[in-house]
Nanobody, 121 residues
Framework: HVQLVESGGGSVQAGGSLRLSCAAR????????MGWFRQAPAKERERVAS???????KYADSVKGRFTITRDNAKHSILLLMNNLQVEDTATYFC????????????????WGQGTQVTVS
């Protein structure tokens, strides 16, 4: 049974920082791509950042230079460090994962977390 358990998030003023964590359970963590999506009210879901089994990362243009995704293989988790947060970063953030097929995290991953709210004012 695959589980993605998110933590972090919360409220912060513009220019501040937050860190999101996602712990993976129930599958062979090292062979999976993982990442973060976000969805704001009345907006489409956006793939924010991803990291594959070889530690290659990808970022949405809207967060490049501000967000950093990393893997902690010992803890079977990923982290998303979000700096210089802006009001437009306000959204529910979802951790996602799927097997690494060689082309990075897709737009419809197989597994999802419950989501965590990030509010920037």
């Amino acid at each position: 049974h695959v589980q993605l358990v998110e933590s972090g998030g919360g409220s912060v003023q513009a220019g501040g920082s937050l860190r999101l964590s996602c712990a993976a359970r129930g599958y062979t963590y090292d062979t999976y791509c993982m990442g973060w999506f976000r969805q704001a009210p009345a907006k489409e879901r956006e793939r924010v950042a991803s990291i594959d089994s070889e530690q290659k990362t990808k970022y949405a243009d809207s967060v490049k230079g501000r967000f950093t995704i990393t893997r902690d293989n010992a803890k079977h988790s990923i982290l998303l460090l979000m700096n210089n947060l802006q009001v437009e970063d306000t959204a529910t953030y979802f951790c996602a994962a799927e097997p690494d097929y060689g082309y990075g995290l897709g737009t419809h991953p197989q597994y999802w977390g419950q989501g965590t709210q990030v509010t920037v004012s």
